[in-house]
Structures are given as C-alpha cells and as structure tokens.
C-alpha cells in the first residue's frame, strides 16, 4: 500500500510547515525508532509503539505489549481508522485524511511541543484492566491459589498423616489455620500438634478436651445447685479462656463476665438465695461472709456443759460481724505480743507475727501450726523440775496420765534415786513450791500423782491451751477429756487473698502493716476472728478507685473454679473435703 505521511511542524515564528513523506510497504511502524515509519519522539513513546496495516477501506491499527493509544477520545489498544478518524499518542496526533491521487492512504501527524507529562503514562498499559487480564480474572486466580495453598494442600495433608503425627515436611500445613500464637503452657504441652486440642476438624474445642489435661478442675456450680438455677448449662471452657494470640484471655480479668449473672442474683439464682453484686463498692457489694469451722454440739455428758467430745465438726457459713471461733483452743494474741511478758526462747526479742504465721509458697494461707513446730520451742511440757528434758507426751491424754503416775512411784519408792531439781524456763501456772506427804511411800505416791494429774488437766499444763472437760469419773483414764483443736485455715472459701503484697502498705511495713488489717495486739481470746470487715477493705480497695486506691475487680479475689478442698485444718495439718469433719 502507498501511503502519504504529512508532519506538520511550527517552525520559530509560528508558522506551520508541512513535510512530506512517501511510504511503501505493508504495515507502518509507528515509535521513537530510527527506523520507524512514522518516528515519533518523546519519553512518552515506546521504540515500536503500534502497527499501521491495511483492513479494507481503512487502517488497523495495533498497539504493541503494555502499550496504549487514545482513538477519538477512549483508550483502545487497537482500532480500525476511517477518514477524519485521530489517535493521540503521548501528545502526537496522527488523523487519517483523504487520500491525493496515486496513494491509498494519507497520514497527517501533528506533534505538539507543549505535550503534558501526563501524556506520557496515557500511552502504556498501567492498570490492570487495559492487560490481558481484568481484576475479576485476578480475583478467581487469587482466590484458587489461597484456598490451594491455605485449605488444600493442609487439609490433604492432615487427611493423609497418621493422628499426633508431624505435618510433611516442605508443604504448607495445617499451621497455616493458626490465629496466633499459644500461651506458653499451651505450647509446651500441644506444641505444633493442633489435633491435640482440635480433635475434629473445623470443630471448636470441646469441654472435654480441656478436662484431658485439667482432670483436677472443678465446675463453677455443683450440677445439683445449677438446676436450683434459671441458667442453662454452663459455658464453654473456651468461651471465657481464649487461645491464640491474646494471652491475656486465658484468664479474663474484666467483670463483665461475672456481673452479666451475679448482678441479678437474686431472680437468676432465686433458689440459691444468693445476693446480687454489682462491684466491689458500698451498697453494691454484699457484706463478708465467713466459713468457720464449728464443733457440732452434743448432749450433756457428765460434766456440767454440753461439749463437742464426739469430735465431729461442721462447715457453717456465717456474717463475719459478731462471729466467733470456738477452736477449742486458749490463746491471747495481746499477751504474746506484749514484749514485757512475752520474748522468743531465741534471743529474748519480742515475738513478731512472722515467728508464728509461716507463709505458704503462693501466700495464700499459712503453714500448718503445730505444738511440734510452733510452740515447743518456748511452751515445755516438762513437769520433772529434776529432770527438765523429761517431756510429757502432746495429745496423749491416757499417756501422760501414766508418765505422771510412773514419776511419783519412782520418786517415793527410791527417794535416793531422784535427783536435785535445776531451775529451767518457767512454765506459766508452774507451783514453784512442793507439797511434802509423810504417809507411805504408795499413798504418797498416788496422792501426789492425783494432785498434778488434776492440776495438769485444771490449772496448769493441758488447761493453759486447751479446752478440758472434768466428767469426775472415778477412774482417772476416763475423767478428762481434751477438747480436739480445729483452726478453720480459709475463712472466705469464695474467696482468694495474696498476703504477699500486702506486707508492705505505704509507708508500715512488718508488724505494723499486719495490725492494720488484724487487730491482735487488742485481742485476749482465741474466739476472736479478727478478720478486716468489708468496709475496710475498701478503704484501698475499690472497683472505681479514687486517687490513692489500688483497683479490684471479681478476679482479683475471686476464683471461676472453686477450691476443690473447702477448708484446710491448719492446726493438724487435714484436709477434709466433706463438709462433716470426723477426727
């Protein structure tokens, strides 16, 4: 085909010139090439930028790879031009026009020196719609090659796999489906293997999965309680203890939880007559109640009072204004604290609350007390002042009553034997002066071993500490009776305290910082709780803290799950689990 390519340029008064080309050939290279047919110049214009060929009566024109070209007005990347039809390539108009005789077409080009730099990116491809694929192309192939790589190749994977067994290695796992990281005990147990926890797949966690590991965890309400209840069966374990990535939400810490039922207490648990809670603030928090372990009481026997002698004890939930402790134990907080009646068989210094109350590991509760461990060390039970490391033995009531019996008959048969008596650690209530006997040595004997036997379990020895019960039967074996000692160890079974950081409480620390909670410097009887009541507490304590106030919500002393063991015996060291205590 013949065609006539006339450039028009404006030369330096402004004028127009026309130059004027002949072209012979099949198709018109058009671009910044040397060698093109129409050579166009500019950063706008690539080397071959489109392709002039014969289609008819006209030209098409095709664009090269990533290129574009503006044909009358719209991006195309190719076109068929008729007569009067323009392109704009980076600011160059080329427009078909009619024909001079001998040629079959005629190309005006029209290059503008004031070309806009926008121009240049309208001449290639920079969107995805103008390539040879369009977004909702890409969007399927996206989508295939994210189910392929995210779902396929893991689901196969775990479908082909032994259970508890490793991913194959090299090909994206079931890992994959992981919204974060473990908790560190979590991690450590499950590790990588996901079936550990999510034994069925796409299933959430099940109940019993948790209690694979937490065998020991008990349930928030009893099931025979919950039916008491207008609640439906309780929540999932992982509907309050989220995994992955949040940490912090194995153990919720916000009240939402726990007021979204106990706020409405009363209608929600009508047959539980439990009391509403809102927050730990006046009015909106129920007073303290305490557990306490009481004896349960029995007829009269021979004595003059009613006594718990069968031993038995019960768990009886009371308001902890005017309770009382009936331990069966004597014990004056004020007389031990009191350095000028009381000082440590140590080193003579006054006695301190640590020298006695022993922390447990999490601070919780104190160590078990114990005659043994705890008050033998200034408390003797010696009652030879001849032989002062002669001890008579701690809770063996008929044993004791032998060693005394044993003591006097050996004195008076073998008075030569006996040896002198050594002044040793006065014991309280100890006579310092003996009686004399002139009758026989067995009368002697055992009129001295009645006189300290009634004096041990009445005046002195067993009766300084311990509750004693005088039947006056006549045989000595049966006619006193120790009281069994119970020290209820958690008063608030609902509840969790840490003494721990509160051993230092602004500006007291030690002794001074326990007796701002516990007044046992004031308290002469072991009746006394001496627990803080609700109102103090809440003078550092608040769910909306004022400045000073340290914040509390229900986790801070409150546990989901209650203790497994509601009363731990700190004085023996038991713990029962029934509600009943037998000795």
């Given amino acids: 085909m013949d065609v006539l390519i006339r450039e028009l340029r404006a030369d330096a008064n402004g004028q127009i010139e026309r130059h004027d080309t002949e072209f012979g050939g099949d198709r018109i290279l058009i671009g910044s090439a040397p060698d093109s047919g129409v050579q166009l110049l ?97 969007s399927w192939i996206a989508l295939f090659v994210v189910l392929l790589v995210g779902l396929g190749i893991p689901l196969t994977g775990v479908m082909l796999r032994e259970p508890q067994t490793a991913s194959f290695a090299g090909l994206p796992s079931d890992a994959l489906w992981s919204t974060g990281e473990l908790a560190a005990a979590h991690a450590q147990s499950a590790g990588t293997q996901c079936s550990r926890c999510h034994r069925e797949m796409f299933t959430r966690v099940r109940d019993q999965e948790c209690r694979a590991c937490h065998r020991n965890m008990t349930d928030h309400v009893l099931p025979e309680r919950l039916q008491q209840s207008a609640l439906a069966e309780p ?82 939930k009371t308001p902890l204004a005017g309770a009382q402790e009936r331990s069966n134990l004597k014990f004056s907080h004020r007389q031990h604290l009191d350095p000028a009646r009381v000082s440590s068989a140590a080193d003579s210094q006054a006695l301190q609350c640590g020298d006695c109350h022993v922390p447990t590991a999490d601070g919780t509760q104190f160590m078990p007390m114990t005659m043994e461990a705890t008050c033998s060390s200034c408390h003797e039970l010696g009652f030879d002042p001849a032989n002062p490391d002669r001890q008579l033995p701690h809770g063996k009531p008929r044993e004791a009553i032998l060693a005394l019996q044993e003591y006097f008959a050996r004195k008076y048969s073998d008075p030569a034997a006996a040896p002198v008596a050594r002044e040793r650690r006065r014991l309280p209530g100890r006579e310092t002066e003996e009686t004399t006997c002139n009758a026989g040595a067995l009368s002697c004997a055992r009129q001295s071993a009645a006189s300290e036997i009634e004096a041990q379990f009445s005046r002195r020895g067993c009766a300084n500490c311990h509750e004693v019960t005088d039947s006056h039967d006549e045989d000595i074996y049966q006619r006193y009776q120790v009281l069994p000692v119970r020290l209820s160890g958690r008063f608030f079974h609902a509840a969790r305290f840490d003494h721990g950081p509160h051993r230092i409480q602004k500006d007291k620390s030690g002794d001074a910082a326990c007796l701002t909670c516990h007044s046992a410097d004031k308290s002469e009887l072991s009746t006394d709780l001496m627990l803080p009541a609700q109102a103090q507490c809440m003078e550092c304590h608040r769910t909306h803290p004022a400045r000073g106030q340290v914040a509390g919500q229900c986790a801070t002393c409150h546990t989901y799950h209650p203790h497994s063991m509601p009363h731990r015996d700190l004085f023996s060291g038991a713990a029962p689990s029934d509600v009943v205590v037998r000795p």
Avoid: Y
């Fill in 42 to 138: 500019g950063t706008g214009v690539a080397a071959t930028h489109a392709v002039l060929t014969r289609d008819g009566t006209g030209l098409q024109l095709r664009c090269s790879k990533d290129c574009k070209v503006r044909v009358d007005g719209a991006d195309a990347d190719s076109a068929v031009l008729q007569v009067q039809g323009s392109v704009d390539i980076a600011g160059n108009r080329l427009t078909l026009i009619a024909p001079p005789a001998g040629f079959d077409f005629a190309l005006e080009v029209h290059a503008d020196p004031n070309v806009d730099s926008s121009h240049f990116e309208a001449a290639f491809k920079t969107d995805i719609e103008q390539s040879w694929i369009s977004k909702r192309r890409l």
């Fill in 235 to 316: 929540a999932r374990c992982a509907s309050c203890h989220r995994e992955h990535g949040d940490h912090a939400g194995l153990m919720p810490r916000t009240d939402t939880g726990c007021t979204s039922c106990h706020a409405d207490a009363s209608t929600r648990f009508a047959g539980l007559k439990m009391q509403d809670v809102q927050a730990f603030e006046p009015e909106r928090h129920p007073n303290f109640n305490v557990r306490l372990l009481l004896p349960v009481q029995q007829p009269a026997v021979a004595g003059p009072t009613p006594s718990a002698i069968s031993g038995e004890w019960r768990l009886t």
